[in-house]
């Protein structure tokens, strides 16, 4: 079992910077796609992006531009950089890993951009 702990999360202005970290419990190289997703207040969880194990990325339009996915597989980490960050944006962010047969999800970090 893999345990995915984000952190990273807060309350910031509209404009302004976060840096979200997902920490795997384990050993992040036999993952084949690790990503962000996002769960707004009366909304279905949404794609935010996502980093294959061969560097792939991909991102939501609403997010392309702004945010970057990276992956540390020396420190088991996904890194979710996001500026210029929109009111918008306000939603719990889930880290997600797969691999074949398998997937964790982390219990979430709260992001909330004041106007």
């Known amino acids: 079992q893999v345990q995915l702990v984000e952190s990273g999360g807060g309350l910031v202005q509209a404009g302004g910077s976060l840096r979200l970290s997902c920490a795997a419990s384990?050993?992040?190289?036999?993952?084949?796609?690790m990503g962000w997703y996002r769960q707004a207040p009366g909304k279905q969880r949404e794609l935010v992006a996502t980093?294959?194990?061969?560097?792939?990325?991909d991102y939501a339009s609403s997010v392309k531009g702004r945010f970057t996915i990276s992956r540390d597989n020396a420190k088991n980490t996904v890194y979710l950089q996001m500026n210029s960050l929109k009111p918008e944006d306000t939603a719990v962010y889930y880290c997600?890993?797969?691999?074949?047969?398998?997937?964790?999800w982390g219990q979430g970090t709260q992001v909330t951009v004041s106007s």
């Open positions: 997600g890993a797969w691999r074949v047969a398998e997937g964790y």
């Open positions: 384990s050993s992040i190289f036999s993952f084949n796609l």
């Open positions: 980093t294959s194990s061969g560097g792939t990325t």
